[in-house]
Nanobody, 122 residues
């Protein structure tokens, strides 16, 4: 099992910044990609950003140029730096990780954190 714990959420004004962190523990061997998703009230969970095991990154268009995803493999942590926050960024942000193991062929598993609330309002 893999446990993911987010931290760093809070309330900020539009234009402010916030840094989210995700700590991974447990059976963390073979973790591949990690990323962030968010879910606003009444809406479906959406993908925000991904960072691969090799350090390649990708972002949804809504956050490009404002958010930066990074990871520290030695410390088993991942960070989302959020700048110039907008009210539409308000959501619960979830840490995600996937891993693959070889048994009868490759098997993939997905893990989720408990979520941390980000609120952007005047």
């Amino acid at each position: 099992q893999v446990r993911l714990v987010e931290s760093g959420g809070g309330s900020v004004q539009p234009g402010g910044s916030l840094r989210l962190s995700c700590a991974a523990s447990g059976d963390i061997a073979s973790i591949n990609d990690m990323g962030w998703y968010r879910q606003a009230l009444g809406k479906k969970r959406e993908w925000v950003a991904t960072i691969t095991g090799g350090g390649n990154t990708g972002y949804t268009d809504a956050v490009k140029g404002r958010f930066t995803i990074s990871r520290d493999n030695a410390q088993n942590t991942m960070t989302l730096q959020m700048n110039n926050l907008k009210p539409e960024d308000t959501a619960v942000y979830y840490c995600h990780a996937d891993k693959s193991v070889y048994g009868l062929g490759w098997e993939s598993y997905d893990y989720w954190g408990q979520g941390t609330q980000v609120t952007v309002s005047s």
